[in-house]
């Protein structure tokens, strides 16, 4: 099912609302991810809320061949581009974890850009991404790195989260093994995919954070690895053609969703932070918590 682009609606039509890939895209052309549904976040009726309290939700399946069967069925939450401050409601922030915790999923998946450019957010980070009931695997963006890298880590830490900078590791999860590995920023430069995947599993069910998209293409091929990133905001103001044009020069040809790269998958998430009435607009993208059920590719058929 593809995602179109759209203009900001109004509530009614937000609910309605799909979104389609950018031209020269990969998504959904091999049939390997299926968007199940997106719309508004689930407390939208509540009058007392502004526009800015809000975000979409998207429902993803992700078929992956060589994962382990155990897994079939799995469930991740992944958020990215928190932006915590000015720029995000804190509202809005609570209200995500909240829904991931009402959905339950297995892991949650947080992969960078917790703050913008000021300090003075820090502490509200470690407070308003408290709480989450399932285990929490964390990456640091470029924005991380530029603000106070150190504080972000030790404060996730502090919180019972994994925070991975070029490791990884190793968790059971109905009964098989599943390697979670977390790459550092590649827009500062301190991705190390060599060093991250030293000594992890060959096989099975592997996933990768990092918050830069274009990591993908470092990755060893036809590995069947699935990488989680965000950085892009969907394309923040998101102009057909352009908007490409201007990503792909910068070297960030994966803008938003579901792609196929050297026999390995990518989802690129639009980001909680901004838009919705902040102070940074956006424009034919909608701040997002995205969550995923992945398939094993053999019983992709009997799901569908």
Do not use: C
């Not at 990518?266 to 902040?278: A, K, T």
Request: net charge positive.
């Amino acid at each position: 099912m593809a995602l179109r682009l759209a203009r900001r609606r109004s509530a009614t039509q937000t609910a309605q609302a799909v979104s389609a890939p950018a031209p020269g895209s990969h998504r959904n052309h091999m049939k390997r991810n299926e968007l199940k549904a997106i719309g508004p976040d689930p407390l939208r009726p509540d009058a007392r809320l502004r526009w800015r309290d809000h975000f979409t939700l998207s429902e993803n399946v992700l078929h992956v061949p060589g994962m382990h069967r155990e897994h079939d069925g799995l469930r991740i939450a992944h958020l990215s581009d928190i932006h915590v401050g000015q720029a995000t409601s804190a509202v809005r922030i609570r209200r995500a974890v909240a829904e991931v915790n009402a959905r339950n999923p297995d892991l949650v998946f947080l992969t960078g850009d917790y703050v913008t450019h000021s300090p003075k957010p820090l502490p509200r980070v470690i407070e308003l991404l408290a709480g989450f009931s399932s285990p929490v695997f964390v990456v640091l963006g470029n924005h991380d790195h530029w603000v106070d890298a150190h504080y972000l880590r030790s404060g996730f830490e502090r919180l019972g989260y994994t925070v991975l900078q070029n490791e990884h590791r190793v968790m059971h999860l109905r009964g098989a093994p599943v390697t979670v590995l977390g790459i550092d920023d590649g827009r500062t430069h301190r991705d190390d995919v060599e060093t991250t995947f030293r000594g992890a599993p060959e096989s099975g069910t592997r996933l990768v954070l990092t918050h830069a998209p274009p990591t993908i293409d470092k990755l060893p091929p036809n590995g069947n690895l699935v990488q989680f990133s965000g950085h892009t905001h969907g394309g923040q103001f998101v102009v057909r053609g352009l908007t490409e044009a201007i990503f792909r020069r910068a070297g960030q040809p994966y803008i938003q969703g579901h792609y196929h790269v050297r026999g390995n998958q990518l989802y690129v998430n639009m980001g909680l932070g901004f838009g919705f009435g902040g102070p940074y607009l956006r424009r034919g993208t909608y701040p997002e918590v995205a969550f995923f059920t992945l398939r094993h590719v053999e019983t992709a058929s009997a799901h569908a």
